[in-house]
């Protein structure tokens, strides 16, 4: 499959008029070819109104059918071969095992929403039937099921090209649900958005989806993502980045005549708790493990451990050592695009530059010219509490180690932080009552509580969370991983009396789909 520089609306392939833009090799900064062409407003408008024409035939299409639609695409993905996991390589800078292991988990992603489709109970189906001597008022028929909310605009992102972005986990929800999807493509990596477009533009092709079921659009600037969020027939937005994007879509959503839910996964700092027992039963071993979590992937993980806390002892300074022996080992890697780079630099300068925060280590100097060398700094938590920018994300494989005085010092510490995606605790038998203290506050603050591991691992299952309180996400009440992601574009639709002939398939009286209902407040299948 050629790159032809094109972006993908509906059924066509054109070349955008709004001016030349060049994906960069990651290593190197260098233009990649083809030239692509950006979006139009006359395309961001063309791809909005297919989008809004196929939404009511999408939907109610049968869950097989988008099911199949689903499976389709995760077979395009693997079909494309080296041909995908090249041109991502070169325009990412991330090693080619991570990214055939990525693939996977897109290719994962989508046959999780397709079984989920097949099962039937993303539907909710509720039903209350009628009691016409009820006294003393009789009540009507009533049934409940989920519907989508209309066409999303998703935005894909610089971090996960391929879990996070074209066919990524919110482009699978979305379609799901029974949502069209509009993509704007990320800059960084545009030969491989148009792959994977085109991998998703066949698959509706070939399972006779409507034609206004994906798009992809490209920007030169921001005017083309602003535009997409601020069209009135963009039902939801899902984003993945940074605090100042995602906000500025939250911004432009709720600026709109009829506003919109924007699901966007901005900044997180991930706090792992050493705790003592912990540190003395095992420190050297929990320390060669953070650091193999901070510098996976460059550092470049929504869920990478950016915050160390431990109150002082012995063996957190054992632990602190041998955490420096292994940091000093480590090579740097090439980041993502430049201006990552120089973001985590500029993260760097001011950590060296902050009162009250020292070196602990640093990996090997870097060799090329957009790589990150790992860093690893220490604090006390007076310093922490005084300095807000200390809890700043700094993306990139740097972490900072907060000491603590005690337990209750530890405590003050916790309830301070802003919302995360996750939180960690290393744990043993005898840190039962600080852990317990520290979950009520621990459950506030972070969408997922872990133990004794390290966060930068999200498994695709039924169970995930990743979201969390602000500034993690937009909305602490979703989560843009695992199979309740599809949740965040579905809206609840009561049918009071409605004839049997005129209800959908998952409320009528014989069930036909077979599929668990709460029907008078008893789970059944019949």
């Known amino acids: ?145 989920r ?105 432009a959503a709720q600026a709109r005549p009829v506003p919109i839910p924007v699901y966007a996964e901005m900044s997180s700092i991930n706090p792992v708790f050493l705790l003592p027992a912990a540190l003395s039963a095992r420190g050297e071993s929990i320390a060669k493990g953070f650091v193999e979590s901070l510098v996976l992937g460059a550092g470049q993980f929504c869920t990478n451990p950016g915050i160390l806390l431990a109150l002082e ?54 060799e090329g010219s957009f790589q990150a060398r790992p860093a690893f700094f220490r604090t006390d938590s007076a310093t922490f509490l005084a300095n807000p920018g200390l809890e700043d994300e700094n993306f990139g494989p740097s972490a900072l180690l907060i000491v603590c005085k005690d337990t209750a010092d530890l405590q003050k510490v916790a309830a301070k932080f802003d919302g995360q995606l996750t939180v960690t605790l290393h744990f043993d038998d005898g840190d039962q009552a600080i852990a317990q203290a520290l979950m009520p506050t621990l459950e506030r603050k972070a969408g997922r509580i872990l133990f004794n591991d390290f966060p930068t691992g999200v498994e695709v299952s039924y169970s995930m969370v990743h979201g969390g309180p602000f500034p993690a996400t937009s909305d602490s009440r979703s989560t843009s991983v695992g199979a309740t992601a599809i949740d965040r574009f579905l809206r609840p639709v009561c049918y009071q009396s409605v004839p049997d002939s005129l209800l959908p398939p998952a409320l009528q009286h014989s069930n036909p789909l077979k599929t668990w209902r709460l029907v008078n407040g008893q789970l059944v299948k019949d």
């Not at 083809?34 to 024409?53: I, R």
Request: hydrophobic share 45%; proline share 5%; with cysteine.
């Open 1 to 145: 499959m050629q790159i032809l520089g094109e972006t993908i609306i509906g059924q066509r392939a054109v070349r955008g008029q709004g001016g030349e833009v060049f994906a960069l090799a990651a290593a190197t900064g260098e233009e990649l070819s083809p030239a692509f062409g950006a979006s139009t407003p006359d395309d961001v408008n063309t791809a909005c109104e297919l989008a809004e024409a196929s939404f009511d035939p999408y939907r109610q299409l049968s869950d097989e059918q988008r099911a199949a639609f689903l499976e389709a695409i995760a077979q395009g993905l693997l079909d494309l071969g080296d041909t995908l996991t090249e041109r991502v390589h070169v325009e990412s800078g991330l090693p080619k095992p991570r990214l055939e292991g990525e693939r996977m988990r897109t290719v994962n992603q989508l046959k999780l929403f397709a079984s989920l489709l097949r099962d039937g109970r993303w539907h909710g189906a509720v039903v209350d039937t009628a009691l016409p001597d009820r006294q003393p008022l009789p009540r009507a028929d009533l049934r409940l099921r």
């Open 313 to 366: 002892s012995d063996a957190l300074e054992t632990f602190v050592s041998a955490a420096a022996t292994a940091l000093a080992d480590k090579s740097p890697t090439t980041m993502l695009t430049p201006n990552i780079h120089g973001a985590y630099c500029n993260g760097l300068n001011n950590l060296h530059k902050a009162s009250g925060v020292t070196l602990v280590a640093e990996g090997r100097e870097a």
């Open 147 to 251: 519907i989508g909310l209309g066409p999303v605009a998703v935005f894909g992102a610089s971090n996960f090209p391929l879990a996070f972005s074209v066919a990524g986990g919110d482009t699978a929800s979305a379609l799901a649900a029974g949502c069209p999807v509009i993509v704007k493509a990320h800059p960084a990596h545009l030969g491989t958005s148009e792959l994977v477009a085109r991998v998703i533009q066949k698959a509706a092709r070939d399972t006779g989806m409507p034609e206004g079921v994906f798009s992809m659009l490209i920007d030169k600037d921001i005017s083309v993502g602003q535009a997409l969020v601020s069209h009135p027939l963009i039902s939801a937005v899902g984003f993945t980045g940074s605090r100042r994007g995602g906000l500025a879509l939250v911004a």
